[in-house]
Nanobody, 128 residues
């Protein structure tokens, strides 16, 4: 069984940065691709970023390109999402999700239903 636990969410003022963590327990972490999704109050969940197994390339939503950085540490079974220069529009619950894929898989998964495992989320609140 795979378990994902997010952490790092805080209430901060605009302009600050945060690093969110997604700790993944279970075997064969390297076989999982990880996605970050967020849900702002009163809105649908929104894709933020995800990696690709074949080459480790990361795809970002247009809305966060240059504003977020995805990083993966296979030795620590952890994925990070750094959010730079936070804005009130970044206020949301941030979730990480995992999907097991074969080596060489070149697909980036953008849809919630593509993922098999989810964390409980971590709240980020940005005040102006």
């Amino acid at each position: 069984q795979v378990r994902l636990v997010e952490s790092g969410g805080e209430s901060v003022q605009a302009g600050h940065s945060l690093r969110l963590s997604c700790a993944v327990s279970g075997r064969a972490f390297e076989t999982y691709v990880i996605g970050w999704v967020r849900q702002a109050p009163g809105k649908e969940r929104e894709f933020v970023a995800a990696d690709r197994r074949s080459d480790g390339n990361v795809k970002y939503a247009d809305s966060v390109q240059g504003h977020c950085t995805f990083a993966r540490d296979n030795a620590q079974n952890t994925v990070y999402l750094q959010i730079h220069s936070l804005e009130p529009e970044d206020t949301a619950v941030y979730y990480c999700a995992a999907k097991s894929v074969y080596a060489g898989n070149f697909v980036v998964y953008y849809e919630e239903e593509d993922y098999d495992y989810w964390g409980q989320g971590t709240q980020v609140t940005v005040s102006s």
